[in-house]
């Protein structure tokens, strides 16, 4: 009955933690002038997310958004999960108690909320400096457990390791770098943290996207579990000794918990039936891969930089136009190797054909075994004149590492009929080449008849509507440069704008008091009719604002002249208003007898 009571609760617990997605990760007190970092989590592809407004703190970026791959391994079985993360950089430039508001976003059309926070500011001390982060501080997840630290896995049961197909490849030649990771336990999930530099490289990342392979493998007599995380396809460009950095990644490992006695009954979810692992957070690096890169051997003619293994072919979308007419040659160099950095060869064409620079369309395959597919060169060609021609052969050489040896590919010569052009397609000829050729009719008469030129001013030419038209356009102007005067001067009388205004703002401030009329909150209330009332008398009179009060107000509509009669309708709606918070009453009669004495002194005014 007792372990049964438990497994229920237990149960309970774990069903209302596994319903609430969205978490946040944020210190639950940080210094003044410190930066910390607050992030949100849900462990699925998110989308639409709403933040907090992090009131009193500073946002330096975010949220920032970032999307991770993890993997799972239980029982030599593995699994791919996404998560998407939203991360804000706050920093905290005031004392006290922060309360940060919920949080949203959208989850398979679903809106997940993760519920509000506080953050306590407090000025530094002489202990060791805070964490950006996470450190120091409480950290709040509503659906994770707290992983344990990273000592309780040692380094023979869980690490990482890079490997390079070939160290000492020829320069330009393809290699595949593979991450592993080995484990003799569980793992949760994975994240890389910092990727490697490949100084002196060109890298091509062909990780096939959700597809992790595994595999068992065998290491100084232990049996490990292999997990291939990242492939990369590497292109020295250079010779020498080059060197590839480690690359960084933290992993969440589950592993059996200890059981622990207290005496409580808090025992019963220590018992491996209910909580048999731990969440175990641990830091992998891999190793360094020294690669040492051998020089190509002496070139011959016609080399552009192909190291690989290659076939060509040459052809042409027709083999008989006519003059003036365009031809697309296509030069297609297919295989596996460095297929990105091979350049356009260089072909004499005839000087009959007016040539363009070559386009480059690519087909290139990413798999895990490396970069292979195709790259075509495209020439578009216009023969000028009719004749037949010859698009001539040539050599295309490339270097094959598996030999050691650079090869020569024949690109047989293809020829073409060019039949006499259209004279009438001769105007429609046009070039992007810098010398362009003079035709024998590069010049066409507009008009060849003879034509009687008329003064546009003289009597008999002018129409009648010409002169009431220039003066009217003369008088708009004249109308609108005085007119555009007058507003500037009127802009520059500050306090004719401020008195032109005032009844604007006055009726625009007891708006938002009448909807605060019939409400609770009186000191809201009185605060718009306050704001109204010194507003309008500041727009009014042109009296600055800072020197009014309940005691200067007078002094300052007597320099201003105000009659009487209205200087004592404006103190004693001031001194209402004073004592409306505090005297007795209806508060909702008070309320409306004080906002119609606001109007109509406003009206007055």
């Known amino acids: ?94 004392e006290g108690t922060f309360n940060i508001g919920s949080a949203s976003c959208n989850v398979d059309g679903k809106r997940v909320t993760c519920q509000g926070f506080s953050i306590r500011v407090e000025k530094g001390s002489t202990q060791a400096p ?58 949760s999930q994975y994240q890389i943290d910092k990727l490697p530099g490949n100084k002196g490289f060109w890298s091509e990342d062909i990780t096939r996207d959700g597809a992790v392979r595994q595999y068992e493998e065998t290491v100084d007599g232990r049996r490990y579990m292999v997990a291939e995380i990242r492939r990369g396809a590497l292109f020295a460009q250079e010779s020498g000794k080059l060197t590839i950095e480690p690359l960084d990644l933290d992993v969440l490992a589950l592993v059996q918990r200890q059981r622990q006695r ?21 830091h992998l690096r891999t190793n360094n891969i020294n690669v040492h890169v051998k020089p190509l051997p002496e070139a011959p003619k016609g080399f552009n930089g192909a190291v690989g293994s290659f076939n060509v072919k040459a052809e042409t979308d027709t083999r008989e136009v006519r003059a003036n007419e365009a ?33 480059i369309n690519d087909h290139i395959n990413r798999s895990s075994n490396g970069i292979s597919g195709s790259r075509t060169f495209e020439w578009v060609l216009i023969p000028r004149n009719q004749g037949d021609y010859t698009l001539p052969a040539f050599s295309f050489v490339f270097f094959d590492p598996n030999t050691g040896r650079y090869v020569t590919k024949r690109v047989e010569a293809i020829p073409v009929h060019i039949n006499k052009g259209d004279p009438k397609s001769m105007k429609n000829v046009t070039s992007n080449k810098s010398d362009v050729k003079l035709l024998n009719s590069d010049i066409n008469y507009i008009h060849t008849q003879n034509t009687r030129l008329t003064p546009l001013l003289s009597r008999d030419s002018t129409p009648w509507w010409f002169w009431p038209l220039l003066l009217l356009i003369l008088s708009g102007t004249a109308a609108a440069i005085i007119v555009g005067r007058r507003n500037q001067a009127r802009q520059q009388d500050i306090a004719g704008v401020r008195l032109r205004r005032a009844t604007k703002m006055a009726r625009r401030r007891l708006k938002s008091a009448a909807a605060l009329l019939h409400t609770d909150n009186d000191n ?42 209205q200087q004592a309708r404006i103190l004693h709606t001031l001194q209402q208003v004073d004592m409306a918070r505090f005297a007795p009453g209806d508060a909702s009669t008070r309320k409306q007898e004080i906002y119609d004495e606001a109007l109509q002194m406003i009206v007055m005014i």
């Open 524 to 565: 809201r209330f009185y605060e718009e009719i306050y704001k109204a009332i010194w507003g309008c008398l500041a727009d009014k009179y042109n009296i600055e604002l800072s020197r009014l009060s309940s005691d200067t107000v007078r002094q300052c509509l007597a320099e201003k002249q105000v009659p009487d009669e």
């Open 262 to 282: 207290t005496g409580s009954i808090w025992d019963l979810f220590d018992d491996p039936f209910f909580n048999p692992t731990q969440a175990v957070e641990k």
């Open 130 to 187: 805070q964490q950006n982060a996470y450190g120091g501080g409480q950290q709040r997840r509503q659906s994770a457990a707290q992983p344990a630290q990273s000592g309780s896995i040692d380094s023979k049961s869980l690490f990482a390791r890079a490997s390079i197909s070939k160290n000492n490849p020829y320069q330009g030649e393809q290699v595949i770098l593979t991450y592993k990771i080995y484990t003799q336990v569980s793992l």
């Open 1 to 94: 009955m007792r372990h049964l009571l438990a497994f229920s609760i237990y149960l309970l617990a774990f069903l209302t933690l596994s319903a609430q997605e969205l978490t946040v990760r944020a210190p639950g007190r940080v210094d003044v002038g410190s930066r910390f970092e607050v992030r949100y989590e849900v462990n699925d592809r998110a989308s639409d997310f709403r933040g907090p407004s992090f009131k009193g703190l500073s946002v330096l970026s975010g949220p920032m958004v970032s999307h991770q791959q993890g993997m799972t391994i239980i029982n030599g079985q593995m699994s791919r999960n996404v998560s998407t993360g939203f991360t804000y950089i706050i920093l905290a430039d005031a």
């Open 327 to 359: 031809i697309t040659y296509r030069l297609t160099v297919s295989g596996a190797g460095n297929l990105m950095l091979i350049d356009a060869p260089a072909i004499e064409f005839p000087k009959v054909f007016e040539v363009y620079d070559p386009q």
